[in-house]
């Protein structure tokens, strides 16, 4: 018999990195839903057309370094990182701006950094973020809540046939950033006072909020990342809100519009740039919450998921060091670096 | 009420971080009762089963061994003894396959079994609270029980703590917590009353507060039958929720008892022993059934066998056997593994033997354990860190330890993986980490032992520089001191030109060798390292020669003097004679000091205070001649006498010469190491006053010549009393020498054969002596008459050469010459072999400490031949010398001048031939017959006279073997 040899444990779960990978998709499926019965067919337009591009140039680098390509591609984190940056383009965006921000975020963001598990920055929102800077029109052009177009016109929009500005309008968050201080004005405009919060919106974030809480069921991810990053929005909010509710949006408003439910439990939990430790996810959650808060109250852009994460990207590896857990048998955790702190 | 209620009947048991829920696979083993093993044909008993030091084997091949009898006993406090399973026939001890993970071979005792399976006499203890914990233990130890959970420490240590440690819980593992392993479940269902038994014993050895039993909440029917096993007694139960590894030690002592090691340190920190359930009822097979642990359960389950269940199988049957016993098909088995699937290795062979640990044999089809999905990248989900019972992130770990980041790693402590394989279990990726971990583990511990191996390099190669450095130094003052000691031989009118800033150097450089050295040796002790002592010998070694050096330097100092003007040498003279004297008592304090703290160097210390003091004796007598020889220095003043010069001369050399014998003779009684060196000095002395005494009859016999207004004042010394007071003083050279023999011998010094022969020496000398005065008294009358009145100067020499060359000649002893001359070739070859086998053991030790795998004790074994080896070459170098000093000596003595002396005289009676020649062809035109006449007849005398000379020259040096 010739035998197998193999080092223990010799036994593993069944699951593997494709299959978590895979539940993440899945579990966007009910916003994009709400998405797509919102503002029309625009975003699953968005998201499969994304996901093409994604596998075309993952599939081309892979091959250009010389690896596996069918076995990387199914691990699904191209496909996840496709369908996260498609979810988060407008429905309107023509087929080259989805282009380009996949192809940054696949080619640049992921496999110029080694590829899979040595990324620093979430792909999907350097991606956003290129196109946001680069193309700040386009970027920002939502449907108005009950406008939704129809397939041939969203086919029309992708193709970049149909000019954008009559369907187009403000989303809640860029209303209240306008008029924030105007009450009369605030109370005026019926986009930000749909049934629990702005309009439309406010369902899109419940089905995300929806698949998130089946992610967590699912151990896919726990809970420290949404926690902490809604925690971190909602409090500064409710804090800001008492004091000034003109000037300050309630923290029910923040936590159902814009990108918030999507951003913490899709994007901000991508564990491969968020931070590792529970401790340290708490924090780096708590972080990105806040920062969005600041950036959508002061800020100059009526939305900030992407630049919040990729800042505390950024901090990750330092709040690692300093929220290590308390090995068994330590009387205290260890903290900052090997050369620095040793206890 | 209901929550009081429960928390009376179920104790708390307290959780740990992380964990897995593996599929349990215990079904398939645990329905059929414990069934016996199979009888192999063979067995095969690794010395090393246990953690600790390999059994050293008691039987050899071909021995026939009875079942229980011991055949390996433990090797150290840290190893377990072994035993034969059954009876038959040792046929091999040698290397075999073992059930190590890296499938590597070790010494096995291989025994043929005879299958009659015949016990040995043994017999158990019926109440051992009759028998001391201490008896028990050894019970415990030489029943060769090792921890049967996995690691298999030696169980007697386990349970012999020192008094001082305080037993808070003794914890019983019965928790069995990895897949498919049934065997512990099976024993307690089975043989509960046997391991509470096993637990009493274990309770009278370590008198603990509290007994605890930790069972996993699976094994409802080994819960129960323990239960009813211990009712009545002090066990507390304590299920524990199933959950992967909560039988891991640590893990269940914070399970039961909420109690956390410290990382590094033992359970017995904390006051908690942990023993398994298995070694509890081993422990009651050997106390109380007298029977070794030859034979353990063992779980043999998977898909591949078709009678799984748990089999009592003897120690050392191959996993094949037990494959077959339990209906194998071979052909399904993709994964043959040892242990748990958490925590065991698969084997490469399924002949390797079942060991002491072996709870199970998982005979496993590659779809029950399908082969490992390919390596991905890690995705940092940080599913590892949230199962980690030791609450690591396995992620970060993982990352460095393939980075090689090993600082970084043990920042996260790695160390304190405990190899559960959680991590590994959950990785979505399949990342293979537990092996990343045992493989920064081990570079880890690695570069420990490397670090380690550097520092003991670093200090052996400090050590071996100053040494070498020391030899340098010792080299050169030695150098110095033969270039001096030449230099003082020729020591004609030319002022020797002393190179003392050279000897100054080379005593410097042995005092900075010193001071290193004592350097190395303060740091190594600090460090507690194995080599302190060897590095202080080294030290006191350097120190010696430091000191030796600066007696080279003190020396040449007082040599230097000769060179300058008279008064300038009385007044440095003075000066290196307070140095002397105050070094003299420095020494004296030192060695007092060192004789009331009871020092071992005490006798050394004596023994140089006593050279100090020769020393300054001799610089006393020195300045006290510088101060006799200054006013003949001085032109002005009259010329002193030099024969009473001279003869307080001799007085003095004898003097010291005497009182360096007495210093040599204390430090031979002493067994001090320099008794040789001190005994040479002596010689030296000896030789220095004979010259001396030489030169004196030299001066006698020359006075008239040297002052030529002067009519010869006295006759020669009486030669009788000068020859009477040589026997003298040679005999009890002699006797001295042979009393110090013969205490060397009585003590076995290693040099009493050189002074046995130095003794046989002296007494050919005194019976040479002897000889000498009895022919001198018969030719006393014709001596008395010899020394003739020179009528005019040329005249002189004729007369006077022949009787000083020819009185000495005839006493020459063939006998004693050819004696020495033999000698002397005998010690050129025992020094040059000598020197030779220091020099190879020399080269071998510098090769060995180039080298790395010598270890340090070697290398101080080593070092110390080499030191012996040169002990011997100085020794026999020493001998030698003094050998050659002694025979040049006697020529001296013999001829009643030295070589040099005879050179001179056969030069001068050559020139004055010459000289003679000249004026008679000077002559031989202008003088008359007669003057001619007279003259050629002056000629022909000076010729006889040359010849004579000559030949007494070349007599001398052919007779005492010298070639100059
Ligand atoms: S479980 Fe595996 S993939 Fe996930 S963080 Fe740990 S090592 Fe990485
Ligand atoms: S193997 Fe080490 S790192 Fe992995 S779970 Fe066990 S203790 Fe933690």
New binding site residues.
Partial sequence: MSLITSTSPHASVKNN?GAFMRQVIYATLPGLAVLTWQFGWGTVINVLWAVVVALICEGLFLKARGRNVAFYLKDYSAVLTAVLLGLALPPTAPWWLTLVGVGFAIIVAKQLYGGLGMNPFNPAMVGYVLLLISFPVAMTQWIAPGEAPGFVQSLQLFAGQLPVDGLSGATPLDTFRTWAGNETELASHGILHGDLAGQGWEWVNLAFLLGGLYLISRKIITWHIPAGFLAGLAAPALIAWLIDPVRFADPLFHLLSGGAMLGAFFIATD?VSAATSRMGRLVYALLIGVLIWVIRSFGGYPDAVAFSVLLLNLSAPFIDYYTQPRTYGHSKPNRGTAGGGKS | MIRTFFRSRTPKVFDFHGGIHPPEMKHLSNGTEIAPGPLPAQLILPLNMHIGAPAKPLVEPGDRVLKGQMIAEPAGAVSAAIHAPTSGTVSAIGPRPIQHPSGMDAICIVIDTDGRDEWIAHSGISDYTERSPGELVDTIRYAGIAGMGGAGFPTSIKVNLGDHQRVEELVINAVECEPYITADDRLMRERADEIITGIHILQYLLNPRRTLIGIEDNKPEAIKAIKRACKGCDIEIRVVPTKYPSGGEKQLIQLVTGKEVKSGQLPAHVGVVCQNVGTAYAIKRAVINGEPLIQRVTTLTGDGVSQPGNYEVLIGTPVSDLLHHGGVDAGKIGRLVMGGPMMGFTLHSPTVPMVKTTNCIIAASPEELPEPPPEQP????????EVCPANLL??QL?WHAKNDDLEKAQHHNLMDCIECGA?AY????H?P?VQYYRYAKGAVRQQAADQLKADKARQRFEARQARIDAEKAEKEARRQARLEANRKKKEASAAPTVDTAALKQASLEASKAYKAAVKAAKAADAEGAANAAELKAEADRLKEIADKAKAAVRDAGSAAPAAVPAEDVVAKLKKQVGDASSAYKAAVKAAKEAEANGDDSAAALRAQADELKASADKLKAELRDAKAGAPAAAPTAAQADPVSDLKKQVGEASSAYKAAVKTAKEAEENGADNAAELRSKADELKAAADQLKAELRDAKANAPAAVPVQAPTAPPADPLTELKKKVGEVSAAYKAAVKAAKEAEENGAGNAAELRAEADTLKADADHWKAELRDAKAAAPAVAKAPPVPTDQPKMPEASAPQALTQPLTAVDPEAAAKRQKRLKGLKTAYNMAHKQYKEAHAALERAERKEEVSADELIEMQRKVDKLKNKADVARDALDALIEEAKADIRAHTGKDLKTLKLEAARAESALADKKLELDKLASSSGEDALEALNSELKALEAEAQIARKALKQALEEQGLVE
Avoid: D, E, K, N
């Fill in positions: 990195t564990p | 890690c995705i940092r989900c940080g599913s590892c860190a396995p992620q993982y991590c959950v990785c979505p990726s990342i980490l």
